[in-house]
């Protein structure tokens, strides 16, 4: 899901300034970010002479640069638009600067609708769930991440019961800040029914209302509203997601009701505070973890026993070790708070999932990973992301066909999931390790532009391109590996995970051949 923002759209190439990449048909070209920022603004000014200095400013920022630093960018611009017969599309203009004289640019803004909504999916055999993010009509935009708490409670409740199918968090966030109709919601995400609401937080006072409509109807199967003090708000959501399976399934057995429940943090303190660090532990990128996890330290603190804190912890410590310089504190650090989520998390599906990649990736131990995964499937069967980090593991543990089967089950219960690029890379890993080389490169390019910030994306497009003998695009996608990652040694990387040999010296030599150093 996107925010938005506009498309240009102008012969066969299709411009997403928001994400910074232009697209040929379906897959991205290898246009760097500098590029893609001058085609913007010679696009947004067609026909008309766009100045050097302004194009200056475009992509250096008010940076003093060379003439030819210019020219350059232009250059690569026009190399890649002459794959297309495109390169007189970009007209110099002696002593006034440059401008677009290609076909019209159609502004669409196609990233209002998720790329994946296509076509519909189809319902699955059991019963199935979507929640929307709440409304926060607290008239307090920093109270958001109350709501959003609030709604990632009753998506677990729900999750914990085996014979229903819900949708991941991620995907039904999707739709956040949109006008939703709630039978394109059930024709996208694939299921029956949809569960919608608002919060108003006032004081200590809180008012919740909820309703599930069934999709393929319209009709409304449940509503309700619920007043209580912030301090009962877990006993609130035990409330919302008990009435929500039991207008699903109303001959629900007892004990089917009692496994919505979970144990919850003694701390409201602590709890905020690891709402407020999820952003940030999901970006993957140091700067951002770096920061979230002072949060969740400070939850920690708060509340030492607290699962879901440790397992964010030890993901910020994965992030760290493997992408700001392989440093043996954070790879301790991490296996530490791993083993402090599965002790105090036996009940935490979203714990125990984030303890058993960290186990896996950073502690080498892939029969602990598995067993804290499992251990999690059997808590929460409709879990995304553990299928999805499962599939990382696999993938690098030279596993491939499992890898597959995994990420595939991963993207289906969260088909919008921001994960959804390690899926595609444990994909584009094992697929290049069974020698099936055009389908990694559609996986790598699919993890490209699901996230095109993530050096390891490129990492997996490099050597697929290069495997296919694609040496000029594959050293393109290796300098972009450089580019968003300078410490970048493969070998390195390698010993990180403890990736399997054969996968290592297969994936290695096409690195190797892609100009990455070792």
Request: charged share 20%; glycine share 8%; hydrophobic share 45%.
């Amino acid at each position: 899901m996107t925010s938005g923002s506009e498309i240009y759209q102008f012969g066969p190439f299709r411009l997403d300034p928001a994400v910074g990449i232009l697209y040929r048909g379906d897959e991205p070209t290898m246009l760097g970010r500098r590029a893609v920022v001058l085609l913007c603004r010679l696009l947004e000014n067609a026909r008309a002479p766009v100045s050097k200095d302004v194009l200056v400013e475009a992509g250096w920022g008010g940076l003093a640069v060379a003439d030819n630093n210019l020219t350059v960018q232009i250059a690569a611009l026009r190399r890649v638009l002459a794959e297309a017969d495109a390169e007189r599309w970009i007209e110099t203009m002696p002593r006034r600067g440059y401008r677009y004289v290609g076909p019209p640019a159609v502004v669409t803004n196609v990233r209002d609708v998720p790329a994946s909504a296509a076509s519909a999916l189809a319902l699955p055999e059991k019963p199935s769930v979507a929640v929307l993010p709440f409304l926060n009509l607290s008239g307090d935009p920093e109270q958001d991440y109350f709501a959003d708490g609030i709604v990632d409670e009753i998506i677990t409740g729900l999750a914990r019961i085996k014979w229903l199918f819900v949708i991941a968090r991620n995907s039904s966030f999707a739709y956040k800040g949109r006008i939703t109709d709630v039978k394109q919601v059930g024709r996208e995400l694939g299921v029956r029914y949809v569960l919608e609401g608002s919060v108003r937080r006032s004081g200590g006072s809180v008012r919740v209302i909820g309703q599930m409509i069934d999709a393929s109807t319209g009709a409304h199967v449940w509503a309700e509203r619920y007043d209580c003090n912030s301090a009962d708000i877990f006993s609130l959501q035990d409330e919302i997601s008990l009435s929500a399976v039991g207008a699903i399934a109303p001959s629900l057995r007892k004990a089917e009701f009692e496994r919505v429940k979970r144990k919850r943090p003694e701390s409201l303190d602590a709890y905020d505070l690891v709402l407020q660090a999820q952003p940030d532990v999901d970006s993957g990128m140091p700067e951002q973890v770096t920061r979230g996890l002072t949060l969740l330290e400070r939850a920690i603190a708060l509340e030492p026993a607290y699962a879901l804190a440790h397992g964010n912890a030890a993901m910020c410590h994965h992030c760290l070790f493997l992408r700001a310089g392989l440093q043996e504190a954070n790879r301790t650090a991490s296996i530490r708070h791993a083993r402090l989520a599965i002790i105090h998390g036996q009940d935490d599906a979203a714990a125990l999932t984030l303890a058993g990649f960290s186990l896996g990736m950073d502690g080498h131990d892939r029969g602990a990973a598995f067993t804290a995964l499992e251990a999690a499937l059997a808590l929460s069967p409709s879990s995304a992301l553990t299928y999805i980090l499962g599939s990382v593991i696999l993938g690098w543990g030279g596993d491939a066909e499992r890898a597959i089967e995994w990420s595939e089950r991963g993207m289906r219960l969260s088909p919008f999931d921001p994960w959804t690029f390690a899926a595609f890379d444990a994909q584009a890993m094992s697929h290049l390790l069974r020698g099936r080389y055009e389908d990694s490169c559609r996986a790598a390019y699919k993890s490209v532009q699901a996230n095109p910030a993530h050096s390891i994306t490129y990492v997996q497009l490099a050597a697929a391109l290069a495997k296919l003998g694609r040496f000029e695009e594959a050293m393109a996608a290796a300098a972009r590996v450089l580019e968003l990652q300078p410490s970048f040694r493969y070998g390195r990387q390698f010993a990180g995970v403890n990736c399997a040999p054969e996968l290592a010296s297969t994936l290695g030599s096409a690195l190797r051949d892609a100009g990455l150093p070792e």
